[in-house]
């Protein structure tokens, strides 16, 4: 199987109405790594060719949105670096100058933790959901996915920013 064969997709939180008010964008700069930093710089000059397609699933009442990566070629932080690029900057990504998390007590209000100051979230809001990878074989060809579910906290951060979840489920 070729890299190339492979189609990854990932979940990502960012600010609502991100993007211009685009509700897809497909990002192919090319990604050069940057020369003091840890972190991938967009280059028609020297960069390698990446490609990837932003779909947006969800937005929050809160201001918040939920978005859907996919690329058949992953480079290293190509999500991030695309993501930002087009203004869709990862919720807790400091290095692509994403936005901070809220605190809980901005979400939830009217509850007794209203009064402590902890972030909603204090990870990088990015989920590697699925691998889809080609099968050939004697019998049969096609595909198979490998799943990951969503982990526990960041499950419970989109529910406390009040997404629907029923975009996770498929």
């Not at 890299?3 to 609502?16: D, G, N, Q, W």
């Not at 699933?57 to 993501?83: C, D």
Request: proline share 6%; charged share 20%.
């Amino acid at each position: 199987v070729g890299s190339a064969e492979l189609r990854y997709r990932f979940f990502f939180v960012t600010k609502a109405r991100a993007a211009g008010g685009a509700k897809e964008v497909v990002a192919d700069a090319p990604l050069l790594p940057h020369n003091t930093k840890p972190k991938m710089i967009p280059s028609t000059a020297k960069g390698k060719k990446s490609t990837t397609e932003f779909t947006l699933l969800s937005e929050s009442s809160l201001g918040w949105a939920l978005w859907e990566a996919t690329t058949a070629f992953l480079r290293p932080h190509q999500i991030r670096a695309h993501a930002a690029v087009h203004e869709l900057s990862i919720l807790g990504d400091v290095l692509y100058g994403g936005p901070e998390a809220p605190l809980l007590s901005e979400l939830l209000p009217n509850k007794r933790t209203s009064g402590i100051r902890f972030p909603v979230f204090s990870d990088l809001a990015l989920h590697l959901r699925e691998v889809t990878l080609p099968v050939e074989g004697e019998a049969s060809s096609g595909t198979v996915s490998l799943r990951a579910e969503l982990p526990r906290h960041f499950r419970v951060m989109l529910q406390r920013m009040q997404f629907r979840l029923m975009y996770l489920i498929s």
